[in-house]
């Protein structure tokens, strides 16, 4: 399902690619909440990126390298939106449990 992110280069990866990205997933509706977390935290990471003139990273690269911590910051403090999934509770929720 993601290997269409896993095979493109660095260079290749920009803030459009990354959006047309998240909406394929986001919308394929087979994904789980917790990927869903993750495609959120990648996408808004990435439009920060981009806004200071940087490229996004590859999405693989990207979560590989959060941690629970920085997954609840995301929510904590709003970065991100959580009302399809339940809410700021329910998505911590499943963040603790993914990483139980």
């Known amino acids: 399902m993601f290997q269409h992110l896993l095979d493109k ?3 290749d990866i920009t803030i459009e690619s990354v959006r047309e990205s998240y909406q394929e ?10 990927t869903k977390i993750k495609l959120k935290c ?9 806004k200071n003139g940087n490229p996004p990273f590859l999405f ?3 979560v590989h390298a959060l941690g ?8 904590k403090f709003g970065l991100i939106n959580c009302d399809d999934i339940g809410g700021k509770e329910k998505a911590n929720e499943i963040v603790m449990n993914w990483f139980a």
């Open 9 to 11: 280069k660095k260079k």
């Open 25 to 34: 997933m986001y919308n394929e509706g087979r994904i789980n909440d917790m």
């Open 42 to 50: 990648w996408l808004y990471h990435s439009e920060s990126r981009n």
């Open 60 to 62: 693989e690269n990207y």
């Open 68 to 75: 629970k911590e920085t997954y609840l910051d995301y929510i």
